[in-house]
């Protein structure tokens, strides 16, 4: 075991110090927030599908996906995956809004909308998204160096968060895009060395696999309908996505958030079978740190370095994602600084770092944040119909109230409407979503009515 750790922190360092030193300098403002390159250029297609789907598969979404794997099977795996169709929901809605609307920037459609105080909300909402990403992935880090407490776990978190900041701190985005496209590349190379470990010692093939599961709502089909409910609204508070949308021309980015929503789908549901694998195995615990241990030490670090690849590109995007939103989209209205952009990144890491001392679960980042912010769906997918700024704030007001039910587990039996594991949440989402379409119309009902 200690041969092992050895390497693992061999990886970590040799990995973190390559990044800073591969990442690019940005000075300018379009380099730090907008990825531009030194002579004005934008992002081409395999870098911004490649920074989409790479910072997306976060090391708490293939923890995640395998767990669900181990648990329900095929239809966990799946179930996760539906969560990746957000790519698509969330691209053709921010394409018709650059091609039709003419907006630059979520933040300038709701601030031309609905005014600033949609846009301090909205903020708040996406900030604490942003903060969730910190602790959820770099707690997962620390999972394959030691014991949750232990001196290595805390250690490892520390060291993989500062190497991280470092090489995000010299470019910002323009850094984010260019490592998350090398990321990619190591992330599918990996991916394919990590089922070759697994196939062959699986009796049957495929088979086994594509056959676990059962197509019960309470094995895995709730969370299934869930994520589908939330494909409509989780994208729109994600920055790291929604950053993306606007720095290449809208035919550009359409495509690269298409491929995304597929490769990202795949993606998912061939690191569910690790879990499925686990599950064959009869192993208990985390999938993905229990499975690793089976497979050798070419086979551990592996699945060691898919996760530092997974973290670390969506640590990086976390940091310069916040750093933009605090500097050029909340800050005022003339050239945003570039010293200040990375001042924020360093407040970022230290306050996201915090929770990991209380020991918080991984997937509730998911869950209850994109319950929270059900109330977004009316508001982006009915983007081209004009409402009053009651209708944006009732909108998201009644998500976040019923996303704190469910984070505090204080739904009403009454609302439950199905059995099993996540019936309470699938409910609770199905009744907050017609909420808060209702909350939404009425007010613009009853304006035009007046008219």
């Known amino acids: 075991m200690e041969q092992v750790q050895l390497w693992q922190w061999i990886l970590l360092g040799t990995f973190g110090i390559a990044f800073v030193l591969i990442a690019p300098f940005s000075r300018?403002?379009?380099?730090?927030?907008?990825?531009?390159?030194?002579?004005?250029?934008?992002?081409?297609?395999?870098?911004?599908?490649?920074?989409?789907?790479?910072?997306?598969?976060?090391?708490?979404?293939?923890?995640?996906?395998?767990?669900?794997?181990?648990?329900?099977?095929?239809?966990?795996g799946l179930g996760y995956a539906v969560y990746y169709l957000s790519f698509i929901t969330g691209g053709i809605v921010i394409y018709r809004m650059r091609v039709r609307g003419g907006f630059k920037s979520i933040h300038h459609f709701l601030e031309t909308r609905f005014g600033r105080s949609a846009v301090i909300l909205f903020s708040l909402l996406i900030g604490f998204r942003l903060f969730n990403e910190v602790w959820s992935n770099t707690m997962v880090i620390g999972s394959y160096f030691g014991e949750a407490g232990s001196g290595s776990y805390y250690l490892a978190i520390l060291a993989f968060t500062l190497l991280t900041l470092l090489y995000t701190l010299k470019g910002g985005l323009r850094s984010s895009l260019l490592t998350d496209a090398i990321q990619m590349v190591l992330f599918g190379g990996l991916l394919i060395v990590l089922l070759g470990f697994i196939f062959p010692r699986t009796q049957g093939g495929l088979?086994?696999?594509?056959?676990?599961?059962?197509?019960?709502?309470?094995?895995?089909?709730?969370?299934?309908?869930v994520a589908f409910i939330q494909i409509?609204?989780?994208?729109?508070?994600?920055?790291?996505?929604?950053?993306?949308?606007?720095?290449?021309?809208?035919?550009?980015?359409?495509?690269?958030?298409?491929?995304?929503?597929?490769?990202?789908?795949?993606?998912?549901?061939?690191?569910?079978?690790?879990?499925?694998?686990?599950?064959?195995?009869?192993?208990?615990?985390?999938?993905?740190?229990?499975?690793?241990?089976?497979?050798?030490?070419?086979?551990?670090?592996?699945?060691?370095?898919?996760?530092?690849?997974?973290?670390?590109?969506?640590?990086d995007s976390a940091f310069s994602s916040f750093s933009k939103l605090a500097v050029q989209d909340l800050g005022p209205k003339k050239e945003p600084s570039v010293m200040t952009g990375r001042l924020v990144m360093i407040i970022m890491a230290v306050a996201g770092t915090l929770p990991i001392f209380f020991n918080p679960e991984i997937l509730s980042a998911t869950t209850v944040s994109g319950t929270m912010v059900m109330g977004l769906a009316p508001i982006f997918l009915l983007w081209n119909h004009k409402a009053p700024a009651l209708s944006f704030h009732?909108?998201?007001?009644?998500?976040?109230?019923?996303?704190?039910?469910?984070?505090?587990?204080?739904?009403?039996?009454?609302w439950v409407l199905f059995e099993g594991k996540y019936g309470d949440l699938l409910s609770a989402n199905l009744w907050g979503s017609v909420v808060c379409l209702l909350l939404y119309l009425i007010p613009m009902l009853f304006i035009r009515g007046k008219k």
């Open 394 to 414: 009732l909108s998201i007001g009644a998500g976040i109230i019923i996303g704190l039910g469910v984070a505090t587990s204080l739904v009403p039996e009454d």
């Open 28 to 76: 300018t403002s379009a380099q730090f927030f907008s990825a531009q390159t030194k002579k004005g250029g934008q992002p081409g297609i395999f870098m911004l599908t490649s920074s989409l789907v790479i910072s997306w598969i976060f090391a708490k979404s293939i923890t995640n996906a395998a767990n669900l794997g181990l648990s329900y099977g095929l239809v966990g």
């Open 207 to 225: 088979t086994p696999y594509l056959t676990s599961g059962k197509w019960e709502m309470g094995a895995g089909i709730n969370l299934m309908l």
């Open 232 to 315: 409509f609204s989780y994208p729109f508070h994600d920055s790291v996505m929604t950053d993306r949308g606007f720095i290449s021309s809208p035919e550009r980015t359409l495509i690269s958030f298409l491929w995304a929503g597929v490769i990202g789908f795949i993606c998912i549901v061939a690191f569910s079978f690790v879990g499925i694998y686990g599950q064959i195995l009869g192993v208990k615990g985390q999938a993905a740190v229990e499975v690793s241990k089976t497979l050798g030490l070419l086979g551990m670090l592996s699945m060691n370095f898919i996760m530092v690849t997974s973290a670390a590109s969506t640590l």
